[in-house]
């Protein structure tokens, strides 16, 4: 009989190695069609790939990072051009890692990273400069006016292709102390991170990450402020700052933790959290690596302070909520469950935990209420694991 298992979410595979589940990817030339395809599938835009679609993807650029220790790989990430004198948006944690930088625009040129103009570690967004002048550039929107069930697109360089467009829908907005967040349905895939979301008319809504949650976009009005607040910073002297140091050692963290090295990942997260002891991110994949090795109580103390840091953390109170049914102490876990709920309502795997806490509790009336909540939801799978447990 299959095990049931209480529910937990992995920030680890989210960072770097989840697949895209976009309805549908199109990788394109402007103005390409694919053979077959009519011409309102190719104007997924709403107006012509030869105008929208191609200063989007001509304002997307490719961003590889090097270490100089021999035998790693290089890092790849996105990035889009916002003004055409060379200043690019990106995420911090593409390239805080690497020793230096590599920027290729549409056309083959490649630029190293002339100065950092902002950064912000929390919101995980990055301003840089290259020296390249005249560049396609996407414009801005106002991501306080999009709306839930909105229709928006994604370009980025998933898995070592280049230009990847890809369809989404706007799940949720969401508040964090740190700023606004666009939520959608769609995972990130290697390489994505740092790329443009952008409303049907091709304008960014927000940018790309992996901060907090799957499928996480942060507003583009949370970056406009800073694009005119630059004090340049040059390379040598963006890698040797503090914060910027502590997100190299998580990403070496999440790497290790990825190969299943978790003494390696537990050291890395915990030197990055002696550079930047408010690295949000480090204290809950230690969690998860303390979770792993069955280290309950340290993993409890993690989340908590991941929620200290983070209050509207919604995926760290479902793991607290785990980790207290690891200990067995079933009112701890509906305590936090609930506390994820009153923050997202539909949280489904909250759901699943409070279902299956009740159950060792033997309250089938609260098991019957949760389960329903879940058949509303659409998670089937989950109600049948639930049901088929012990």
Same mark, same amino acid.
């Given at each position: 009989?299959?095990?049931?298992?209480?529910?937990? /979410?992995?920030?680890?595979?989210?960072?770097?190695?989840?697949?895209?589940?976009?309805?549908?990817?199109?990788?394109?030339?402007?103005?390409?069609?694919?053979? /077959?395809?009519?011409?309102?599938?190719?104007?997924?835009? /709403?107006?012509?790939?030869?105008?929208?679609?191609?200063?989007?993807?001509?304002?997307?650029?490719?961003?590889?990072?090097?270490?100089?220790?021999? !035998?790693?790989?290089? +890092?790849?990430?996105?990035?889009?051009?916002?003004?055409?004198?060379?200043?690019?948006?990106?995420?911090?944690?593409?390239?805080?890692?690497?020793?230096?930088?590599?920027?290729?625009?549409?056309?083959?040129?490649?630029?190293?990273?002339?100065?950092?103009?902002?950064?912000?570690?929390?919101?995980?967004?990055?301003?840089?400069?290259?020296?390249?002048?005249?560049?396609?550039?996407?414009?801005?929107? #106002?991501?306080?006016?999009?709306?839930?069930?909105?229709?928006?697109?994604?370009?980025?360089?998933?898995?070592?292709?280049?230009?990847?467009?890809?369809?989404?829908?706007?799940?949720?907005? @969401?508040?964090?102390?740190?700023?606004?967040?666009?939520?959608?349905?769609?995972?990130? $895939?290697?390489?994505?991170?740092?790329?443009?979301?952008?409303?049907?008319? !091709?304008?960014?809504?927000?940018?790309?990450?992996?901060?907090?949650?799957?499928?996480?976009?942060? $507003?583009?009005?949370?970056?406009?402020?800073?694009?005119?607040?630059?004090? @340049?910073?040059?390379?040598?002297?963006?890698?040797?700052?503090?914060?910027?140091?502590?997100?190299?050692?998580?990403? @070496?963290?999440?790497?290790?933790?990825?190969? !299943? #090295?978790?003494? /390696?990942?537990?050291?890395?997260?915990? @030197?990055?959290?002696? +550079?930047?002891?408010?690295?949000?991110?480090?204290?809950?994949?230690?969690?998860?690596?303390?979770?792993?090795?069955?280290?309950?109580?340290?993993?409890?103390?993690?989340?908590?302070?991941?929620?200290?840091?983070?209050?509207?953390?919604?995926?760290?109170?479902?793991?607290?909520?785990?980790?207290?049914?690891?200990?067995?102490?079933?009112?701890?876990?509906?305590?936090?469950?609930?506390?994820?709920?009153?923050?997202?309502?539909?949280?489904?795997?909250?759901?699943?935990? +409070?279902?299956?806490?009740?159950?060792?509790?033997?309250?089938?009336?609260?098991?019957?209420?949760?389960?329903?909540?879940?058949?509303?939801? !659409?998670?089937?799978?989950?109600?049948?694991?639930?049901?088929?447990?012990?």
């Amino acid at each position: 009989m299959k095990k049931n298992l209480f529910l937990t /979410g992995v920030f680890l595979l989210n960072f770097c190695f989840l697949n895209f589940i976009f309805a549908e990817s199109i990788i394109l030339k402007a103005g390409q069609k694919k053979e /077959g395809e009519t011409d309102e599938k190719t104007m997924i835009l /709403g107006v012509s790939p030869e105008e929208s679609l191609k200063q989007a993807e001509n304002a997307t650029v490719y961003i590889q990072g090097y270490s100089f220790a021999p !035998g790693n790989n290089p +890092l790849a990430g996105t990035g889009f051009i916002v003004d055409s004198e060379g200043i690019i948006l990106t995420n911090c944690h593409v390239i805080s890692s690497s020793a230096y930088v590599i920027v290729e625009l549409y056309n083959g040129e490649k630029f190293p990273i002339e100065s950092i103009l902002y950064y912000d570690i929390k919101k995980d967004f990055c301003i840089l400069k290259i020296n390249a002048k005249n560049k396609p550039s996407i414009q801005l929107s #106002d991501s306080d006016k999009v709306e839930i069930g909105e229709k928006i697109l994604f370009i980025g360089n998933a898995q070592g292709k280049k230009n990847v467009l890809s369809k989404g829908v706007i799940s949720d907005k @969401r508040d964090f102390s740190s700023g606004k967040y666009l939520e959608t349905t769609a995972y990130l $895939a290697p390489g994505n991170s740092g790329g443009p979301a952008l409303n049907m008319h !091709g304008k960014a809504i927000g940018v790309m990450t992996i901060q907090l949650s799957k499928g996480m976009i942060l $507003a583009i009005n949370e970056v406009k402020p800073f694009l005119s607040k630059i004090s @340049r910073l040059s390379w040598p002297e963006f890698i040797q700052e503090k914060p910027i140091r502590s997100n190299s050692y998580f990403m @070496r963290g999440v790497l290790a933790q990825e190969q !299943g #090295d978790l003494e /390696g990942a537990s050291d890395n997260y915990k @030197r990055a959290l002696q +550079l930047y002891p408010d690295n949000l991110m480090a204290y809950y994949n230690l969690g998860d690596v303390y979770m792993q090795q069955n280290r309950i109580n340290d993993a409890i103390e993690c989340y908590r302070i991941a929620i200290k840091i983070e209050p509207l953390f919604v995926e760290a109170y479902n793991n607290l909520s785990v980790a207290y049914a690891r200990n067995n102490d079933f009112e701890k876990t509906i305590e936090y469950a609930e506390c994820a709920l009153k923050i997202k309502p539909n949280h489904t795997p909250a759901y699943y935990n +409070l279902a299956l806490a009740y159950k060792k509790m033997g309250n089938k009336e609260k098991v019957k209420h949760y389960v329903n909540k879940l058949h509303e939801l !659409g998670e089937s799978a989950m109600v049948a694991e639930i049901e088929e447990g012990n």
